[in-house]
C-alpha cells in the first residue's frame, strides 16, 4: 500500500474477493525527508501514514517493511550508473523487477502469504496452456503493463491486479464511497527518489566530477562543429529538446535535438528532428512473461507513456532484434522495449543500441 487512492481500493476489493489481506507500506528512502514529499509522493513517511489510516479504514493488519537498502543497490544505484554510462533507466520498471514483485514477493510467500496484490492497471488471465497472461488494464490511457513487462510467469502467478477491469475515475469514485480519506490524493508523478524532480540537477549532485562525465563539447552532426558546451552527459537524454543551451543557432532556424551521448569522450551530438526517427532496435538482458518466443509479428512500446509501434520481432538466446514497421523517435539505450500480442505482454528486453531509420544494417 503505497498510501494512494490506487493501492488502497485494490487492497479493499482483494478482502470483498474472500482474500485474507494484509496491508504492507514500503519504507524504500533511508532518508525519508529526501524523498518526495506530500501529493507527489510514494513512499515517505506521509504516504505510510495515508496507507495506515487506509488499512484502518478497510479493517486489515498494516505493517511497514523497511528495504530501503536493497532499494538503494538496486534501484538508485543502477539509476545514477545508467546516467553515467550514457543510458536512460525506467527506474519504476526496475523497481517492480527488482523490489515489489521480487525482495516483497519472496519475503509474503516465505511468510506463508499466497499472493502479491497491487494497484497496478494491468490484467491476468489464464490461457489455453494453463500460463497466466498478462494483458493491458481496460483503461488503456491507465495502462501500466509496460512498467510491469519484466514479471517472469512465476511472478505473475503470484500476482494480483484488482483494478485492471475499470478506470481511475471509477475507483476514485469508489474510494470516496468507502470512506477512504485518499480519494481525492493526486497521483505521483516522476521520480520518487529525487525530491524536487530535478533529474539533472540530483545527477550532478550525487555523481559529481566522477569521471568521465564531467563536462565535454556539444557537436552539431550536420556540420561537426561544436555549438556548446555542457558539465556533464548525465544531464541528457535522446531526443531531448529543451535545456541545451546552444551557443550557435542552427543554419536552418529550426530547434536541435539530443542523437547521441557518448559518455567517454562526453561528447553530446545534436542535431534535426527527422535524425530522431529509428526503425531497427536491439535490445539485451530478455524478460519473458511465459514460453519464450523465436518470433513475435506484434507490437512493441518503448517509453511508460509511449506509442505503440507495430513490429517484428526475432529472439535468439539473450539478444532481441525489433524491426519497427512503424518509426520511433527519442529511443535511447537503456530504455525497455516491452512486446505485445495484441494486448497481450509477451515479456520485455533492454534497449541496448538502434538504428536510424533508412539505414541498412
Not at 550557435?248 to 527527422?274: C, N, Q, Y
Not at 524478460?287 to 505503440?308: D, F, K, N, S, Y
Request: charged share 25%; aromatic share 6%; net charge negative.
Amino acid at each position: 500500500m503505497s498510501g494512494g487512492v490506487d493501492s488502497a481500493v485494490a487492497a479493499a476489493r482483494a478482502v470483498e474477493a474472500g482474500h485474507e489481506v494484509t496491508g504492507v507500506h514500503l519504507a524504500l528512502s533511508r532518508n525519508p525527508a529526501s524523498y518526495r514529499s506530500g501529493a507527489r509522493g510514494c513512499c515517505t513517511i506521509e504516504d505510510s501514514n495515508d496507507a495506515r489510516r487506509a488499512a484502518d479504514v478497510i479493517g486489515i493488519p498494516f505493517y511497514v517493511w523497511d528495504l530501503s537498502d536493497r532499494f538503494h543497490e538496486d534501484v538508485v544505484e543502477d539509476f545514477m550508473d545508467e546516467y553515467a554510462a550514457g543510458r536512460t533507466p525506467n527506474p519504476c520498471l526496475r523497481c517492480n523487477e527488482k523490489i515489489k514483485f521480487a525482495a516483497v514477493l519472496d519475503r509474503a510467500l516465505a511468510l506463508g502469504f499466497d499472493a502479491v496484490a497491487t494497484g497496478h492497471y494491468a490484467q491476468l488471465r489464464t490461457g489455453a496452456d494453463g500460463l497466466i497472461e498478462m494483458h493491458r488494464a481496460a483503461d488503456h490511457a491507465k495502462d501500466q503493463s509496460y512498467v510491469l513487462g519484466v514479471l517472469d510467469q512465476e511472478q505473475l502467478r503470484h500476482s494480483l491486479f484488482p483494478l485492471g477491469d475499470t478506470d481511475k475515475p471509477a475507483v476514485r469514485r469508489e474510494a470516496e464511497a468507502r470512506g477512504l480519506l485518499v480519494a481525492d490524493k493526486p497521483d505521483s508523478h516522476d521520480i520518487c527518489f529525487v525530491a524536487d524532480g530535478d533529474n539533472a540537477g540530483w545527477l550532478r549532485e550525487k555523481l559529481g566530477d566522477r569521471a568521465p562525465n564531467h563536462g565535454g563539447d556539444i557537436v552539431d552532426v550536420t556540420t561537426g562543429e561544436k555549438v556548446g558546451s555542457h558539465g556533464g552527459t548525465y544531464g541528457f537524454t535522446i531526443g531531448q529538446r529543451r535545456g541545451l543551451r546552444l551557443g550557435v543557432p542552427a543554419a536552418d532556424g529550426k530547434p536541435r535535438f539530443v542523437l547521441d551521448i557518448e559518455p567517454v569522450s562526453g561528447t553530446v551530438t545534436v542535431g534535426p528532428r527527422e535524425r530522431l526517427a529509428v526503425d531497427h532496435v536491439s535490445g539485451i538482458r530478455p524478460r519473458w512473461c511465459g514460453t519464450v518466443p523465436e518470433r513475435v509479428e506484434g507490437t512493441v512500446q518503448l517509453r511508460a507513456h509511449g506509442a505503440e509501434h507495430r513490429a517484428v520481432v526475432e529472439v535468439a538466446g539473450d539478444r532481441v532484434e525489433i524491426d519497427l514497421l512503424d518509426p520511433a523517435e527519442g529511443i535511447a539505450p537503456g530504455q525497455a522495449a516491452v512486446i505485445y500480442d495484441g494486448t497481450r505482454v509477451v515479456g520485455s528486453a533492454t534497449i541496448s543500441a538502434t538504428r536510424p531509420a533508412g539505414v541498412r544494417a
